[in-house]
């Protein structure tokens, strides 16, 4: 996932595609528990997926404050 493609989408595509995010890191987690996980790096590129969309909703959020200012 590109930083630039998450910044052309809107912050409710954005809300959206975290869930799926987070829902997907939670069904990792319990692969790995129950030791059914192939790909581990997974983990790490959905955790970073995720930092990434939080990060362009705060800055998103921060640009339309900044704009009622």
């Known amino acids: 996932m590109d930083a630039k493609e998450l910044r052309e989408q809107t912050p409710d595509q954005l809300r959206a595609k975290l869930v799926d995010l987070k829902k ?3 069904n990792l ?3 790995q528990a129950t030791s059914q996980l192939e790909n581990t790096a ?7 997926d995720v930092a990434r969309v939080k990060t362009i909703l705060n800055e998103k959020a921060a640009g339309a404050a900044q704009a009622e200012a």
Request: proline letters at 0%.
């Open 29 to 31: 987690r319990f692969q």
């Open 42 to 48: 997974r983990m790490r590129a959905v955790r970073r």
């Open 24 to 26: 997907e890191a939670f």
